[in-house]
Nanobody
């Protein structure tokens, strides 16, 4: 079955950096667009970034543009989210999503906490 496993979350001070990883299995990874979403406590899940199946194009939410970078390694079936200049408002559970047409698969999430 399809599995998406996020890792790399943790606690960091404002201004710090973290890199999240999402390892995929059970699907033809190269065919799927991959995205990161996040959900802060008491708020709805929001889209953060997307990378096309080939890795040729990326898109970002305005709130993270210039600070976060999404990338993928199709040989490793892994998508990454490099986060820099982190702010307290970036605190959330971060989820990766695989998308192909109407198919959507989600990981279990990894917690990121930005606090001094």
């Amino acid at each position: 079955q399809v599995q998406l496993v996020e890792s790399g979350g943790g606690s960091v001070q404002p201004g710090g950096s973290l890199t999240l990883s999402c390892a995929a299995s059970g699907l033809t990874f190269v065919s799927y667009a991959m995205s990161w979403y996040r959900q802060a406590s008491g708020k709805e899940r929001e889209w953060v970034a997307t990378i096309a199946s080939t890795g040729g194009s990326t898109n970002y939410a305005d709130s993270v543009k210039g600070r976060f970078t999404i990338s993928r390694d199709n040989a490793k079936n892994t998508v990454y989210l490099q986060m820099t200049s982190l702010k307290p408002e970036d605190t959330a559970v971060y989820y990766c999503q695989a998308r192909l047409a109407v198919r959507r698969y989600w990981g279990q999430g990894t917690q990121v906490t930005v606090s001094s």
